[in-house]
């Protein structure tokens, strides 16, 4: 017989009580998955995740473009509490890494608690019951804790260009693709050069008739060392366990040790942009194109892309690069800020996305009504990349300065789930409802983040880039070591925060339905 628990159930249509959950995740991708599965580990089960899509997967759900492909090995771009010994390659596509988090759903029974077509519209906190209200397009949840998990990569961004929307082709973003639109023989621009734009370049160049390809910025890249993971190498993974872990231990470690050059001394790049040049010198063999492809800027100030097939596309007889971004829109006619205009059929944009302005936050209010836009216009600022003052019981995964330019984001995700979880079972443990960073502790925290920032690659290399705010402030990397993050988010610490208590009139929504496990 199935065991059972009390799982979260879906809003009755035309129910004037709402369900009431312990917590409402939003976003199902690595953030959002992880946090369940914490969550049922913990031995909290009355949670949802709420999804806007139909399926699960987040940005490797949405980013299904030609080549997409993960920039980190694929052994330490997944939980390490779901290894996978079936990785097919070394850095992999992005069909396998979505069906890995596909198989994580299954595996620790998630699919319960998932709600899919369910977009966040409002999440606003109740000061008098002290929860969480959420309005989706599937209905109303209630929730005494919140869980962000959409994560910067969800809203793709496309630069406001005069005339766009008279062009009479087909545009899309990257992570947008239409799979609908044949690229053969077209005339296709790709508008940006960065991680995504460097993986689509190189896999439509055989097929279309002519790409423009527009360039603020060249960005430094590197060699991809990617193999085809052996079969050998497969079954010692899946019969012997530690040898995954070990192989993860050192992938991890390698990371680690570059650390330093990125956050402390930059200099020690120098040898690492030698290599970079020497991979534009053996890709691109005219030095005019090479000079327009080589930056200005220390290797690591923007992302450093990883491509084997990049160059040698950029060069390719129907491949024209112009050193400008789109400036304006003419019918078919794109004009360049150089002044030089290309007739296309098809524009793509791989413009990146609303990183330091997440949309989350515009639809977000604490107490007093305040909406997180307006307490970030100022700049994105969080207790430990996890909490806000002012949000009371607001959780982010992948918050403000967490992300990385070296290692993977699935690591400070585990971390922040680690915080997650303390957090919670701390309320319960000292009988309190909610809590929320004290104002010294937050500024504290920040004061002392930025000032390490200034001395990262990242702020000195000499670079304008989407890590930085309209301010030139860096809100979204962090500073220091994965394991340094893990240590700083083990605990929560309650001289940190101020606790909140449910009035003892208040009483809870209406409950959950209980329905298998």
Not at 102 to 127: I, Q, S, Y
Not at 350 to 370: E, K, L, N, S
Not at 411 to 420: A, F, H, P, R, V
Not at 438 to 460: F, G, I, P, S, Y
């Amino acid at each position: 017989m199935a065991s059972r628990s009390k799982q979260p159930a879906a809003p009755a249509a035309g129910a004037t009580d709402h369900p009431h959950v312990r917590v409402a995740v939003i976003g199902s991708g690595f953030g959002g998955l992880g946090a369940g599965v914490r969550l049922r580990r913990a031995g909290i089960t009355d949670f949802v995740i709420l999804e806007r899509a139909a399926a699960v997967g987040g940005t490797w759900r949405d980013n299904s473009y030609p080549g997409c492909a993960c920039d980190v090995p694929s052994h330490l771009y997944s939980f390490s509490f779901a290894p996978n010994p079936e990785w097919p390659r070394s850095f992999s596509g992005q069909p396998d890494i979505r069906a890995y988090l596909e198989k994580v759903t299954d595996t620790f029974g998630l699919r319960p608690h998932l709600r899919f077509n369910a977009e966040v519209t409002e999440a606003r906190w109740e000061e008098g019951p002290a929860r969480w209200r959420l309005t989706t397009s599937a209905g109303t949840w209630t929730a005494d804790a919140v869980v962000s998990a959409a994560g910067p990569l969800a809203d793709p961004q496309i630069p406001d260009v005069p005339g766009l929307a008279g062009f009479p082709g087909t545009v899309f973003h990257s992570s947008r693709w239409d799979h609908d639109y044949d690229l053969a023989g077209k005339r296709v621009a790709i508008v940006g050069t960065g991680a995504s734009a460097a993986q689509i370049i190189p896999a439509i160049q055989p097929q279309v008739g002519r790409l423009t390809v527009f360039q603020r910025t060249p960005a430094w890249v590197l060699p991809r060392r990617d193999r085809e993971i052996t079969g050998l190498e497969k079954w010692l993974h899946g019969a012997l366990p530690p040898t995954g872990a070990l192989r993860r231990g050192t992938l991890f470690a390698l990371r680690e040790l570059q650390v330093d050059a990125f956050v402390r001394r930059p200099g020690l790049l120098k040898l690492v942009q030698r290599i970079a040049e020497k991979h534009i010198a053996r890709g691109v063999a005219d030095p005019a194109l090479r000079a327009r492809l080589t930056p200005d800027y220390r290797i690591g100030c923007k992302r450093i892309l990883l491509s084997n097939t990049y160059y040698p596309a950029l060069a390719a007889a129907n491949t024209d690069v112009v050193s400008s971004r789109l400036a304006e829109v003419r019918g078919s006619t794109l004009v360049a800020g150089d002044g030089s205009e290309h007739e296309v059929d098809a524009i793509v944009f791989g413009t990146g996305f609303h990183v330091t302005d997440m949309p989350i936050a515009q639809r977000v209010f604490g107490i007093g009504g305040r909406s997180l836009a307006e307490e970030w216009k100022g700049g994105m600022e969080a207790l430990r990349g996890s909490t806000v003052r002012g949000f009371p019981n607001l959780f982010f995964v992948i918050g403000p300065n967490t992300g990385l330019g070296n290692s993977s984001m699935i690591l400070m995700i585990e971390s922040q789930l680690n915080y997650l979880v303390d957090a919670l079972t701390t309320l319960d443990a000292v009988g309190a409802t909610a809590m929320q960073p004290t104002a010294v502790a937050q500024r504290h925290w920040n004061l002392e983040l930025q000032h390490r920032m200034d001395r990262t690659v990242w702020t000195t290399g000499g670079c304008v880039s989407w890590y930085l705010d309209d301010s030139g402030k860096n809100t979204v990397l962090w500073p220091a070591s994965t394991t340094a993050f893990r240590r700083a988010t083990r605990r929560v610490d309650l001289a940190e925060y101020e606790l909140i208590k449910r009035p003892a009139a208040v009483t809870a929504a209406a409950p959950a339905e209980e329905v298998p496990a």
